[in-house]
């Protein structure tokens, strides 16, 4: 009993982060219908960033938002620079344009910061607290995630600037009639997407380890996550997260063992596309021929 | 008469496909001008170039200053506001968030006051302030479209076939309010219709669009009263 | 078949002159050119022509690999008869794979086979299937020797054996993608609802493109495991299924001539890059992809296509 209730509260630990990941695709495939294939790759990017700046010297929380940041920053010219062309793009190209930005964003993870697994250093406390059922790092992360996902939430219900963006997702045209510079609020979009991203990889690094090829298998429970609560609903998109991070850790621990979780992710996905395509939460959209 | 928007020679096209072939017209400020014509004779075209939605080639000038060639965004910001045909509304936001974005680009303070100029001329959208758009009956979201053009203080208003898809009663109520709008807003309004009778009745000045041309153009009395061009260009 | 001669002159040029001029390595590295093009000729069958994106067929190439690897290794097949066995296994699964696939819509799809592609390697390995499959070590396999002791090294007797399989498969491929079809599965991937309307069964075309798709890619897996001799888990990981798709967009997506463009371009491609940087072979095929998709959406074979075509009408347009 005690070990279900550890697996549980990992499960919801680890949610966190996919919810994060998986807000992230969703919000740029509400804005763009596109999915970011490189999504684990950027946040990875971030990470070592984050890294970078520990090593220069500065307090953990300091680069953690400089991480934030010039994640920020980083997402906001991809999108500028790379997406304007494949906006309207068939399904091939701009799949391919992700792919290949999956490729190079990995390729320079790889040649600035080497290939050599690192450390990454958790501001929580190391010890076991409440009996033994969470661990200081996985209840602040949880705490991080949430207040990240909490607060983006409440950019988005309301501000201006988060009501504008929601409106370019939705409907571009009306949004431009009324002023709103669509362009501009796509990739502010891909700029909170990106930093959300960084949260998600500095969250997990302490766990698994920094090194280029971190993302891969995260991305996967993320689109799992995205796909299970509806890619068209941000909330759904995190409680999909949240409840792949529960199934993962129950599934691994008591049904198919840990090597076969991200067959889990896998299987997933399929029931998913398979039975309710829209998820959970999702719309159902009809096509008109 | 002043005139507010003027165009000289108007071009436009989608794609390879040319729709317009060299408007000249004018909207006369303070005043409603009607754009009447059936059917793809490019009525909707012309309100979309106006608002560069679409490629065009000529000249649009509002108050003397051109805008042909400018992105929508900025034209809005000068103070166009397109209602277009559909209705336009963000079907997933609620009446408010619609309402909060046709206020989108002046400061905050000023629009909330507006807000019950428009519960004035629409009492139904206060009812429904935090109803999801999308559940708003067709007649509720030309309200709540036309409300939101009014929310930018706009100096144009466009409207694209304010009555279609909609009961003859509620087109009644709709127009009545537009009457309104015009006498207390001291906008100057471009309406396209389909619907001859009614754009005459509301306008002073009209003219007849055939094919992406200007057929005929003149006072509105005077068209509505001249039965060979009802008969043969507006079908009564 | 026009072509017919060119193609011929081709197929002797590329069995006589690898041969008789290189040898170990570089026989090895053709060989594996002949492979790579094979595994892009299914994919490009699948997604050039038919429409379906899949970013998972590194997956087909390891269910063909394991599949001659364990026939050999378990049971003494000869490697020449795992090729029908193969072929079976993999059109079966890619027939089982294509039906939920018939759901799902183009994005969807790519996401779909990225996650089995991102999987695969942990099935690979898992306990379960350890004692055929080798478990993470892999499975060694033997090289075979020229058969009827012909002359020819080990390395020259593969090279020939792959490049016969192929051209049987590259003219097999020609025949289906030219004839009614290849005209239904390009007329599927162009616009899928005009075209039930004009009678293509949907789901019986999409579900076999995909079973001819996976065997080619499967056949494709087996001679690269009689080649490199070793199959192991990691080999098979989601990076081979992208590599696969880089070579499908540098050749041209739709284009058959073009695959072999794109093979020779994922074999050589990353032993020069890796000159440069361990990293750089991700970078290079990534700037490529992108590249590809802005400047020739029709990739380069579809360019090689184009000129081929204007060459082959003197007056014409």
Known sequence: MEGFIHQIISGIATGGIYASVALALVMIYQATHHVNFAQGEMATFSTYIALVLIQLGLPYWVAFIGAFSISFVIGVSIERVLMRPVANAPVLTSVGVFIGLLLIVNSMTGWVFDYTIKQFPSPFPDKALFGGFVSGHELGSTGVTLSVLILVYLFFRHTRLGLAMRAAAFNPVSSRLVGVRVGWMLALGWGLAAAIGSVAGCMVAPVVFLDPNMMSGILLYAFAGALLGGIDSPLGAVLGGFMVGIIENLGGAYVVGTELKLTLALVIIIAVLTLKPSGLMGRRVYSRV | ?236 | MKTFGPIAIFVLLAAVVPTLLFSGYHLFQMTMVVVYGVAILGLAILTGINGQISLGHGAFYAIGAYTTAILMSSWDVPYWATLPVSAVVCATVGFLVGLPALRLGGLYLALTTFALAVAIPQILKHKLFEDWTGGVQGLVIDKPDAPFGLPLSADQWLYLFSLAVGVVLYVLAINLTRGRIGRAMRAVRDHSVAAEAMGINLAMLKTRTFAVSAMYTGIAGSLGAIAVAFVAPDSFSVFLSITFFVGLVAGGAASIGGTIVGAVFIEFVPNLADLVSKAAPGAVYGVILIAMMFLMPQGAGGFIAMIWRRLARPGGQ
């Open chain 2, 1 to 236: 008469m002043t005139v507010l928007l003027e165009t000289k020679s108007l071009h436009a096209a989608y794609g390879e496909t040319k729709v317009l072939h060299g408007l000249d017209f004018a909207v006369r400020q303070g005043g409603v001008t009607a754009l009447l014509g059936a059917n793809g004779a490019g009525k909707t075209t012309t309100l979309r170039a106006l608002c560069g939605m679409v490629r065009t080639q000529g000249e649009i000038a509002l108050a003397g200053k051109r805008i042909d060639g400018m992105a929508t965004e900025d034209i809005v910001r000068l103070g166009v506001a397109h209602v277009p045909d559909g209705r336009g509304t963000f079907m997933e936001l609620t009446v408010e968030e619609n309402m909060r974005l046709g206020a989108y680009t002046r400061p905050a303070r000023e629009a909330t006051a507006d807000f019950d100029r428009m519960f004035g001329y629409f009492p139904r959208l206060k009812e429904r302030y935090r109803q999801q758009a999308g559940t708003l009956s067709g007649g509720e979201q030309q309200m709540l479209a036309i409300a939101r053009a009014l929310l930018l203080r706009p100096r144009l208003l466009l409207l694209d076939e304010p009555s279609f898809g909609l009961a003859p009663l509620i087109v009644r109520e709709i127009f009545g309010i537009m009457r309104r709008i015009r006498d207390e807003e001291g906008v100057s309004i471009l309406l396209v219709e389909q619907n001859a009778t009614l754009a005459l009745e509301f306008a002073e000045d009209a003219y007849l669009l055939e094919t992406g041309r200007i057929v005929i153009a003149g006072k509105a009395a005077e068209i509505s009263k001249d039965e060979g061009i009802r008969r043969s260009y507006l079908g009564y």
